[in-house]
């Protein structure tokens, strides 16, 4: 089974940045579609970001649009979410996921990480 770690959350003020990486477990990462996603307190997990297998398309929520950026390094089996111009709002859990699909629903996700806190003061 693919196990992925999340890194690199911590506290931030507001405006500022973080880069999250996620490591995969094995080779096999590449065949994977990689995702993003942050369950904030008290609300539901939704989705952040997306990336295909090749890391050519890729595909974001409109409350991250401009701000966030996803990227994959094959060969280091490795998925980042660079996050600038951060937000109070961006508090929350950040996890990310794979998946054998290119889509951005949840419960596509076959593969988790344990997650990683991102706190955004203002």
């Known amino acids: 089974q693919l196990h992925l770690v999340e890194s690199g959350g911590g506290l931030v003020q507001a405006g500022g940045s973080l880069r999250l990486s996620c490591a995969a477990s094995e080779s096999t990462f590449s065949s994977y579609v990689m995702g993003w996603f942050r369950r904030a307190p008290g609300k539901e997990r939704e989705f952040v970001a997306a990336i295909k297998w090749s890391g050519s398309n890729t595909r974001y929520a409109d409350s991250v649009k401009g701000r966030f950026t996803i990227s994959r390094d094959n060969a280091k089996n490795t998925v980042y979410l660079q996050m600038n111009g951060l937000k109070p709002d961006d508090t929350a859990v950040y996890y990310c996921?794979?998946?054998?699909?290119?889509?951005?629903?949840?419960?596509?996700?076959?593969?988790w990480g344990q997650g990683t806190q991102v706190t955004v003061s203002s």
């Open positions: 996921a794979a998946s054998s699909l290119w889509t951005t629903v949840t419960l596509s996700y076959a593969y």
